[in-house]
C-alpha cells in the first residue's frame, strides 16, 4: 500500500465525452490537475460543466474518453477505499439502520465490532445522528440523509475525500456548523478533499485551494489559493469573510464562473 | 337466509380533539369493518343465491349440491364414518386419509419444490445477473418458463417413477424459472451508484454482491417467490391426477370421478382457501422482510 503522503492525484490531459443518441457529448476538455496530499481543493462552476463527472472519474466509476487520472502514481482503475465518495443524492442503504449504514465500511474491511460501533458513535455524534441511529434511511430527511452519508464515508477513513456538493440540500445553519466540522477534520486528519459546491462562499471558504471550471465542456480558469490564515492560529468565520483578501477572491471566483472565457 | 345484513357500523363515541393519532387508529380500525361487512354480506349473498337456485331444484343436485351437502362432505372428509349409511365399517376420512392431511400432503410437496427452487433460483439468478452466463443461459429459462409443466410431467414420470419424486420435480421445475427471473430483475435494477458507493468503501466483488446487490434484489426476489407459490399451487393440483393420494388435487380429481360432486366442491373451496391464506402469509413476509418496499 502506497504511503498517505504519496496520495497524490493527477489528472492529466484529460478529456471526456458521453456517447447520446450515437453523437459524442463532450463534458470534460483538457484537465492538467494535480492535488497535493493534504490540499482541501474546492470547485465551482455553472451547473452541467463536468464538476461531477471529473469526481467521478477520480472516484474510479467510469474510465476518461482520453489521457490519464492517477493517485499516488497508479492509474485509477476502479473504485477504493483510499478515495471515499459522498455522492449528490445520498445513497444509503434501506436495508440497514443508520448507524449499520455508518459502520458498513469498517466492517468490510474487517475491523472488530468493538472498533467500529466506537467509531460509528464518534461520526453520528459528529453530524448530530445519533439519536435516529436505529431509523431507517428513508425515515430520515432529505437532509439527514446526507449527513448520515458524510459520516458514513468519514467513518471509513478514507485518504482521500470526494464530495459532491454535499451541503446542498442543508439548512444554513446545519450547513455552517458541518463546514466547520470538515475543517476540523480536514486540520486534524490531514486528509486530500476534493469538494464540489455551486456557492462560491463556501468555495472560497472552505477551500485551501479554489478551482473554477468553465460550461461545457470544462476547463479549469481559474486555479487560487484560498489560505486566509497563517498555519494553525484560528481565526473565527465571521473574521475571515469580513477580510479584503476573501472578499476580493470571492469576486474573482463569481467573475470566473459568469464569464466563460475568462483565462486563468 | 335471503335478508342482507344491513351491516352495522359501530357508532364511535365522539372523541375528545386533543387525541390525534388515536383518532386515526379509530378511524382505520372503522375503515377495516366497513370493509370486513362488506366481504360478509357479499359472501352471504353469493351463498344465499346458491342455496335458493338447488333449493328451488333448478339444477340437478349432481350438477350443483346445496351448501348443506358440500359441508357434510367437508365434516365427512374430515372425521371417521361408516362406509356407507347403515354399514359397520368405520373408515377414516376419504379414501384413507383426513381432508386436512390431504392438504398437507399437497403443501409439503410444494414447500419441498419451492424450497428448492428458492435454494436453487436465487444464486443462478444472481450469478445470471452479473456474469456472461446470463447472456448464454437465458433462452434456456424463457424456453423452460414458456412450457406448461403438464407437458412434460409424463417425462418425469419415466424418469423419476409415479411416485411423489417426480411431483416434487414437476413443482421444482415449475417453481424455479420464475424465482430465477424475478432475481435477475431485480439484480438488474440495483442503483449503479449504491454498487458504486459500496466499492468506494473498500467491498471486494464478493461483498458488493452479499452487502448490496442481494438485499437490494429481496423485493423483486420474494415478488418471485410469491409468483412461483401460486404457480406451483395449480401444478400440484394437476401433478395429482395419475397417483395423487394423498393430496387434495388428487383427492378432487378422484372425487370427480366418482360423481361425488360435494365432495369435489369442498376441495375446490379449501384449495382456493388454501391458496389464499399462502399467498397473504408470504405477503406479510414481504412487510417484515423489506420493510422499505416503495420508500427508497
Ligand atoms: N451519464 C451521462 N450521459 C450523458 N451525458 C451526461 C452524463 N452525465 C453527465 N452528462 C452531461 O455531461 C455534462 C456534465 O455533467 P456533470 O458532470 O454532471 O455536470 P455538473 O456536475 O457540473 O453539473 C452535462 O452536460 C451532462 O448533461
Ligand atoms: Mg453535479
Redesign the interface.
Given at each position: 500500500m502506497t504511503d498517505r503522503h504519496d496520495r497524490r492525484v493527477e489528472f492529466r490531459g484529460v478529456r471526456h465525452h458521453f456517447t447520446v443518441g450515437g453523437a459524442a457529448v463532450p463534458a470534460l476538455d483538457r484537465i492538467d490537475l494535480t492535488i497535493e496530499p493534504g490540499e482541501f481543493v474546492t470547485l465551482a462552476g455553472p451547473s452541467g460543466c463536468g464538476k461531477t463527472t471529473l469526481l467521478r472519474l477520480l472516484?474510479?466509476?467510469m474510465t476518461a474518453s482520453e489521457g490519464t487520472v492517477a493517485v499516488g502514481g497508479d492509474a485509477v482503475r476502479?473504485?477504493?477505499?483510499e478515495?471515499?465518495?459522498v455522492?449528490q443524492?445520498p445513497?444509503?442503504?434501506?436495508?440497514l439502520s443508520v448507524r449499520r449504514n455508518v459502520e458498513?465500511?469498517p466492517k468490510?474491511?474487517g475491523v472488530s465490532a468493538h472498533d467500529r460501533a466506537e467509531t460509528a458513535s464518534r461520526y453520528l455524534e459528529m453530524v448530530g445522528l445519533a439519536d435516529f441511529e436505529k431509523h431507517?434511511?428513508?425515515e430520515l430527511s432529505g437532509g439527514m440523509q446526507q449527513r448520515c452519508q458524510i459520516a458514513?464515508?468519514l467513518a471509513?477513513e478514507?485518504d482521500i475525500v470526494l464530495m459532491d456538493e454535499p451541503f446542498g440540500a442543508l439548512d444554513a445553519l446545519t450547513r455552517e456548523r458541518l463546514q466547520s466540522e470538515l475543517l476540523e477534520i480536514w486540520r486534524a486528519t490531514g486528509r486530500t478533499i476534493l469538494f464540489i459546491t455551486h456557492s462560491v462562499d463556501e468555495a472560497v471558504f472552505l477551500g485551501s485551494r479554489v478551482l473554477v471550471m468553465s460550461p461545457r465542456p470544462g476547463r479549469i480558469v481559474l486555479d487560487r489559493p484560498a489560505v486566509f490564515s497563517d498555519g494553525g492560529v484560528r481565526v473565527p468565520a465571521d473574521e475571515i469573510r469580513a477580510l479584503p483578501e476573501y472578499v476580493a477572491l470571492c469576486d474573482e471566483v463569481r467573475g470566473a464562473i459568469h464569464a466563460p472565457t475568462a483565462v486563468a | 337466509m335471503t335478508q342482507t345484513v344491513a351491516a352495522p357500523a359501530p357508532e364511535v363515541a365522539p372523541s375528545t380533539p386533543a387525541a390525534g393519532p388515536q383518532d386515526h387508529r379509530r378511524e382505520r380500525r372503522r375503515h377495516r369493518l366497513k370493509l370486513l361487512a362488506l366481504h360478509a354480506s357479499t359472501l352471504l349473498l353469493l351463498l344465499s343465491a346458491w342455496w335458493f337456485v338447488t333449493a328451488m331444484e333448478w339444477v340437478s343436485p349432481l350438477y350443483l349440491p346445496p351448501p348443506g351437502d358440500v359441508w357434510d362432505a367437508f365434516v365427512r372428509a374430515n372425521t371417521d364414518h361408516p362406509v356407507a349409511a347403515g354399514s359397520d365399517r368405520i373408515v377414516r376420512g376419504e379414501q384413507g386419509y383426513y381432508l386436512w392431511e390431504h392438504l398437507i400432503a399437497s403443501l409439503q410437496r410444494i414447500a419441498i419444490g419451492v424450497g428448492a427452487a428458492i435454494v436453487v433460483g436465487i444464486p443462478l439468478g444472481l450469478v445470471m445477473g452479473t456474469t456472461w452466463l446470463g447472456v448464454v443461459l437465458e433462452p434456456y429459462l424463457n424456453f423452460l418458463r414458456s412450457l406448461p409443466p403438464l407437458a412434460y410431467i409424463g417425462l418425469l414420470i419415466v424418469w423419476f417413477g409415479i411416485g411423489d419424486t417426480s411431483k416434487v420435480w414437476l413443482l421444482f421445475l415449475a417453481a424455479f424459472p420464475p424465482i430465477a427471473m424475478a432475481t435477475i430483475s431485480g439484480v438488474h435494477g440495483v442503483?449503479?451508484?449504491?454498487v458504486?458507493?459500496?466499492?468506494?468503501?473498500?467491498?471486494?466483488r464478493r461483498?458488493v454482491l452479499t452487502?448490496?446487490v442481494l438485499?437490494?434484489s429481496?423485493p423483486d426476489i420474494l415478488t418471485g417467490i410469491r409468483v412461483a407459490t401460486g404457480f406451483a399451487w395449480t401444478t400440484v393440483v394437476a401433478a395429482e391426477i395419475a397417483n395423487g393420494i394423498p393430496g387434495i388435487g388428487g383427492l378432487a380429481y378422484l372425487a370427480g370421478n366418482q360423481l361425488q360432486t360435494a365432495l369435489v366442491i369442498a376441495c375446490i373451496v379449501v384449495i382456493g382457501i388454501a391458496a389464499i391464506l399462502l399467498d397473504l402469509g408470504l405477503k406479510s413476509l414481504e412487510k417484515v422482510l423489506?420493510?422499505?418496499r416503495g420508500?427508497?
Open positions: 472516484a474510479g466509476f476502479g473504485p477504493g477505499e478515495r471515499g465518495v455522492f443524492q445513497t444509503l442503504y434501506p436495508w458498513l465500511g468490510l474491511r431507517r434511511p428513508y458514513r464515508v471509513n478514507p | 442503483r449503479q451508484d449504491q458504486n458507493a459500496v466499492r468506494s468503501l473498500g467491498a471486494s461483498q452487502a448490496v438485499p437490494a429481496t423489506v420493510p422499505w420508500k427508497a
